[in-house]
């Protein structure tokens, strides 16, 4: 089984969505669901740059007036998604992510906070407000604003400190540029800082990794994500294809125990977090319900997960961008494309979203979720023998052999049915 199938942030995938027939009024899709613990998801699909491995929804280079007509159709879509949520949803925590959020200039990022909190209702001086940001944008006033508004986490993208692995990452950005805005990051005193790095770049080694590695923990940031290179069809790297699972493994391996001793504790295969650190509003998945603005954003309820369409090339990007800045208020009211999940799809969910944690899937929670256990539900037979899986009484969690598999694990628990609607998409 190969080590790097998958990055399972969620599941399904977007790419088991298909257009809904017909396309359901939200309030419907909303109407029997607990919305008292939201979470709020704003996506702002803009970089200044196209990096070389990115295979997120964002577009390079957008004009301001597409940015002022892009927050005129999130305005539009909130006013929208709120009327149609029931009275009495509350939002617990808000995530602002992209592309790079800050691609906005600081006006713009104070009427986005404007439209999470007086249009959809969140309130950002007693719940997490967490938002995406790169060293160029990180500016000492757009911080400001963010700050001021109640950010408790700010996650920037460094990938590597070393300027020549950057560059063969296809994303061109120089260390003393990092530096300043970590720098700005810190004075603007936020809670949680969160440093992302990657490895497997071309040319990085066990010795650059490890200066990556103590240049992030110079600033102690409260949480550091290790992600390990994919390289995708339709991004700039997508070409280069070469087997490098070893180079990868072994700098996990590094990696993982680099943070383990100077005191990090690991949450997942990618996410590292100092002991006492708050949670941020992070993903969990015992509250299902997530309302997504902006035209890349999922929302989930229990029973179906839904989205704008998705793409990744360039042209495409451009074009479902182009549509979602036109649309009328009334096109907001109703999910476009999804996937529905049966009890079956909800306890599968469930299952991976929690043992790709460290601390694993709780059996009486799931027992009192659905009913049954969960290891008479699902075979985990054939981790179990690799030594990847173990369970007790109480708990079924992945070994520091498994979750170091964890891209493994987690799509060979995909359903049949997520997977062949997976493969047959046709990536644009
Ligand atoms: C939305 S970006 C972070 C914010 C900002 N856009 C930036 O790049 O600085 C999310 C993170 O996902 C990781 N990432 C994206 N594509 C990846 C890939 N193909 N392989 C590994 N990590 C990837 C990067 O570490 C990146 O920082
Ligand atoms: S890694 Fe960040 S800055 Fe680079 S293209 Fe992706 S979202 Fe944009």
């Given amino acids: 089984m190969r080590p790097y199938e998958g990055y399972v942030y969620a599941y399904p995938h977007k790419t088991a969505y298909r257009p809904l027939d017909p396309r359901p009024p939200l309030r419907e899709v909303w109407a029997k669901e607990r919305t008292d613990a939201l979470s709020l998801y704003l996506h702002v699909p803009f970089c200044e740059m196209r990096c070389g491995f990115c295979n997120l929804f964002t577009r390079t280079g957008a004009p ?44 713009e990022l104070a009427r986005l906070l404007d439209l999470a909190e007086r249009t959809m209702g969140a309130d950002f001086s007693a719940t997490p407000l967490g938002i995406e940001t790169s060293p160029a944008t990180a500016t000492p006033d757009r911080l400001a604003v963010l ?19 950057a560059r063969a990452a296809l994303r061109p950005q120089r260390r003393a540029e990092v530096e300043t805005a970590l720098t700005a990051i810190r004075e603007a005193a936020f809670r949680t800082l969160n440093i992302d790095l990657i490895y497997g770049i071309d040319g990085q080694t066990p010795d650059t990794w490890r ?3 103590d240049a992030t923990l110079a600033w102690r940031p409260e949480e550091i994500y290790l992600y390990p290179l994919y390289v995708r069809p339709l991004t700039g790297l997508g070409v280069l294809g070469r087997d490098w699972d070893d180079q990868r493994l072994g700098l996990y391996h590094q990696g993982r125990d680099h943070l383990l001793a100077a005191g990090y504790e690991q949450v ?36 179906l997960h839904y989205s704008f369409e998705y793409a990744v090339g360039v042209r ?20 476009n494309v999804g996937f529905a999940l049966d009890d079956l799809e909800q306890r599968r969910r469930h299952l991976i979203q929690s043992l ?73």
Avoid: K, N
């Fill in 268 to 303: 997942s295969m990618r996410m590292f977090r100092l002991p006492g650190t708050e949670s941020d509003g992070e993903y969990s998945c015992q509250s299902d319900g997530m309302v997504g603005l902006g035209c890349g954003a999922r929302s989930y309820t229990s029973r």
């Fill in 316 to 335: 495409h990007v451009r074009a479902i961008i182009d549509d979602f800045v036109r649309l009328p208020r009334a096109a907001f009211g109703v999910a």
């Fill in 64 to 107: 301001a007036e597409l940015v002022t007509s892009y927050l005129d159709a999130l305005g539009r879509q909130a006013e929208a998604v709120r009327r149609a949520l029931p009275d009495g949803a509350r939002f617990v925590t808000t995530a602002i992510g992209g592309g790079t959020p800050t691609y906005l200039e600081a006006a």
């Fill in 147 to 165: 700050a001021e508004r109640g950010t408790t986490r700010v996650s920037i993208g460094v990938q590597s400190f070393v300027d020549a692995e």
């Fill in 356 to 428: 790709l944690r460290a601390e694993g899937l709780d059996r009486a929670a799931y027992r009192t979720r659905f009913g049954g256990d969960v290891l008479d539900d699902f075979a985990l037979d054939a981790f179990a023998e690799r030594g990847w899986v173990t369970d007790d009484s109480t708990r079924v969690r992945l070994t520091p052999e498994g979750l170091a598999r964890s891209d493994a694990v987690g799509p060979a628990l995909f359903s049949s049915r997520a997977r062949d609607l997976m493969d047959s998409y046709d990536l644009r």
């Fill in 211 to 213: 200066h990556s590695l």
